[in-house]
């Protein structure tokens, strides 16, 4: 454990509700789902129906279905039994015949859930117990400090939520599986190539050059050639090499007529390592 999460001497475990018996309980996923949607709730209640014998009665049957629905599926016929494996152990259970169930609709907007589900208890074999960690008061330092932490109670119970083997339970299970089997991704026919960009009549680049263009002058006017080649000695007297596109526009004059006065007063390097730039004839070097 990291120096900023342990936990100081002072801090205490509450062991108020230690000798509270709780129930820990398997609860398949849809019914988890619907118990997270409606989290401060009553989402049913349990119901003795023999000595050991214990039913939890749903207050939610409903489970809302945003996916777009699968296609209507043909009833398929299974075996008059099944077999599923939980923890082990192998439980037989009837199944009604499928062939009166009916195809699902497209406009069906969501999933009836079986309003009863069986309890099955387990042996409990070791001891068991609930420690929560309560981090609300920490806030933003809730990743680097440990909560209070609270013993809720012991297991003296452990069962299983079990659906009943019924007709809706049958449906909602095919309609779980459709929906699961939809693709992610759909290909989809077009008649004609999608445009990815917005065309445009003038391109942003072309518009700067033209706003600098103006700002500048026409370069089409070409200057002075006194005057042009003493810029271009300036300029060499700050650097030893140049591009003619770089003189150009240090000049302000065309490229060709740049390239004019150099060959005159200038040397173009065609070797490494000043390759593609002009330097000044050794006579014009200072």
């Keep these: 454990m990291s120096e900023g999460k342990k936990r100081s001497s002072s801090d205490l475990v509450d ?33 003795q129906v023999g000595e050991d014998e214990v039913n939890f009665v749903s207050n939610n049957t409903t489970m809302e279905d945003s996916a777009p629905k699968p296609k209507p599926v043909a009833p398929i016929p299974l075996p008059g039994t099944s077999v599923s494996t939980m923890n082990g152990r192998a439980d037989l259970r009837k199944v009604p015949d499928l062939s009166e169930l009916k195809p699902l609709g497209a406009a069906a907007k969501e999933i009836t859930v079986p309003k009863e589900h069986r309890f099955k208890f387990t042996r409990l074999d070791q001891s068991l117990g609930i420690l929560l960690e309560d981090k609300t008061m920490l806030k933003e330092e809730a990743e680097l400090k440990s909560g209070k932490v609270t013993i809720e109670g012991r297991v003296v119970k452990r069962a299983e939520i079990q659906p009943p083997a019924t ?14 089997s939809q693709p992610m991704s759909v290909v989809k026919k ?4 999608v445009n990815t960009f ?36 300036r300029a060499f007297e700050k650097h030893e090499f140049y591009r003619a596109v770089d003189l150009a526009k ?5 490229v060709n007529y ?6 005159n007063i200038g040397v173009y390097n065609t070797a490494p390592p000043h390759k593609n730039l002009w330097c000044l ?4 070097k200072a």
């Design 15 to 47: 062991c108020e509700k230690a000798s509270r018996g709780v129930w820990l309980v398997k609860v398949p996923r849809y019914l988890s789902e619907i118990w997270e949607k409606n989290a401060g709730n009553d989402v049913g209640w349990l119901k």
């Design 167 to 180: 007709k809706e339970y049958m449906m909602m299970k095919r309609t779980m599986i459709c929906k699961a």
């Design 190 to 193: 077009v008649d004609r190539p």
């Design 198 to 233: 917005k065309p445009r009549a003038i391109q942003a680049e072309l518009m700067q050059k033209q706003k600098a263009k103006k700002e500048i002058g026409i370069r089409s006017v070409r200057g002075d050639h006194g005057l042009v080649t003493d810029q271009i000695f």
């Design 250 to 254: 240090v000049t302000g004059q065309p």
């Design 258 to 263: 740049v390239k004019d006065i150099l060959t």
């Design 281 to 284: 004839k050794p006579e014009y």
